[in-house]
T-cell receptor
């Protein structure tokens, strides 16, 4: 079936380094993707989104890249800080005729070493 | 900043009992959702709700589940007869409107941890 998946379950980086978290999707009709951050015991928190008419979108210290050819997106975090330690999920936002639901990937746990 | 709130934060119940999980979405939002997350696993879609009716539901959302928007602010998830496998974090989310084919960004509440004994 269709899915959104992540390449690596854990990522450990040194404070100050850049982090890259990857995600693959299988539905070529997908046109809206969101990255969420989930800290322990909390709900998913919106980080950044991207629609399929874009290849790149930048936020504060975060960049999302979308490669529609290979159905891959990535989240780049610049100058990673201890507060960035969390589980990161990519999610596909299905269109309204499918209820507008989010299909989440498995998650990558980012651990930042001081 | 407006946020989605959920109560209770933790609910412990006996198998077979009914539970109601409550959510207050962001006030100008039109689309409402419930998701669940079993410990250590990914977040799974349960149901979406718009214009006072269910838009879409997953296979998980069987006859034991129901949702309701009893007034202008609350959005509830009821599990009629809980099973052990219903133990999970339940998240409510809401979004403002549709943007073309898609809804706007979904914002999540802090979750209710349901423990079924």
């Amino acid at each position: 079936g269709e899915s959104v998946g992540l390449h690596l379950p854990t990522l450990s980086v040194q404070e100050g380094d850049n982090s890259i978290i990857n995600c693959a999707y299988s539905n070529s009709a997908s046109d809206y993707f969101i990255w969420y951050k989930q800290e322990s015991g909390k709900g998913p928190q919106f980080i950044i989104d991207i629609r399929s008419n874009m290849d790149k979108r930048q936020g504060q210290r975060v960049t999302v890249l979308l490669n529609k050819t290979v159905k891959h997106l990535s989240l780049q975090i610049a100058a990673t800080q201890p507060g960035d330690s969390a589980v990161y999920f990519c999610a596909e936002n299905r269109p309204l005729d499918q209820g507008g639901k989010l299909i989440f990937g498995q998650g990558t746990e980012l651990s930042v070493k001081p | 900043e407006p946020e989605v709130t959920q109560t209770p934060s933790h609910q412990v119940t006996q198998m077979g009992q009914e539970v109601i999980l409550r959510c207050v979405p962001i006030s100008n939002h039109l689309y409402f959702y419930w998701y669940r997350q079993i410990l250590g696993q990914k977040v799974e879609f349960l149901v979406s709700f718009y214009n006072n009716e269910i838009s879409e539901k997953s296979e998980i959302f069987d006859d034991q589940f129901s949702v309701e928007r009893p007034d202008g602010s609350n959005f509830t998830l009821k599990i009629r007869s809980t099973k052990l496998e219903d133990s999970a974090m339940y998240f409510c989310a809401s979004s403002a409107r549709a943007g073309g084919r898609s809804t706007d960004t979904q914002y999540f509440g802090p979750g209710t941890r349901l423990t079924v004994l």
